[in-house]
Nanobody
Framework: QVQLVESGGGLVQAGGSLRLSCAASGRAFSNYAMAWFRQAPGKEREFVAAISGSGGSTAYEDSVKGRFTISRDNAKNMVYLQMNSLKPEDTAVYYC????????????????????WGQGTQVTVSS
């Protein structure tokens, strides 16, 4: 069982930055691929970024490439999402999620591959 708690959301002006954090409980954190998804009002939840258990492989949704960076600290059971050059269209509830893997270089892009979800943190970008 893994419990995830996100923090770091808030209100920021367009062009600004935020750093989201996700604290994970449980053992063998490095056995889990981690990802961030987001859900804007009236829209379906969508993939943002993912990172493998080892932290050596990452993937990003096209609209955030070059602006967002996902990272993890396995010693602290933490995952981060550094968000720069924020745009109003980045406004959403951001969710941290964990998916069990059997290979440390694996990450997943599909929501269905992830087993555990946090409660979400609101990010609002004003124009």
């Amino acid at each position: 069982q893994v419990q995830l708690v996100e923090s770091g959301g808030g209100l920021v002006q367009a062009g600004g930055s935020l750093r989201l954090s996700c604290a994970a409980s449980g053992r063998a954190f490095s056995n889990y691929a981690m990802a961030w998804f987001r859900q804007a009002p009236g829209k379906e939840r969508e993939f943002v970024a993912a990172i493998s258990g080892s932290g050596g492989s990452t993937a990003y949704e096209d609209s955030v490439k070059g602006r967002f960076t996902i990272s993890r600290d396995n010693a602290k059971n933490m995952v981060y999402l550094q968000m720069n050059s924020l745009k109003p269209e980045d406004t959403a509830v951001y969710y941290c999620t964990a998916g069990r893997t059997f290979y440390s270089g694996t990450y997943y892009l599909e929501e269905a591959e992830y087993d555990y979800w946090g409660q979400g943190t609101q990010v609002t970008v004003s124009s």
